[in-house]
């Protein structure tokens, strides 16, 4: 969204980033991310393993 405009630097800052995550650093080389934690991988439903769960469920806590 913001590239293609006048912005020339971007920084992800995010909680947690698991391996599959790091799709996006190697997708847009251009693009920073700055996680919090890491986390070592997703489990088939895509929950964040080790432990954190849904993370969506706990942060709204809908599960």
Known sequence: MLKGTSVTRIK????LE???GRRLERDHP???????AFDE???EQ?????????AG???FVTG
């Open 12 to 15: 992800v800052l995010c909680i």
């Open 18 to 20: 698991a391996p599959e």
């Open 30 to 36: 251009d693009v920073e991310v700055v996680p919090a």
């Open 41 to 43: 991988c997703l489990n």
């Open 46 to 54: 895509g929950y964040i393993l080790s432990g954190l769960g849904d």
């Open 57 to 59: 469920d706990r942060l």
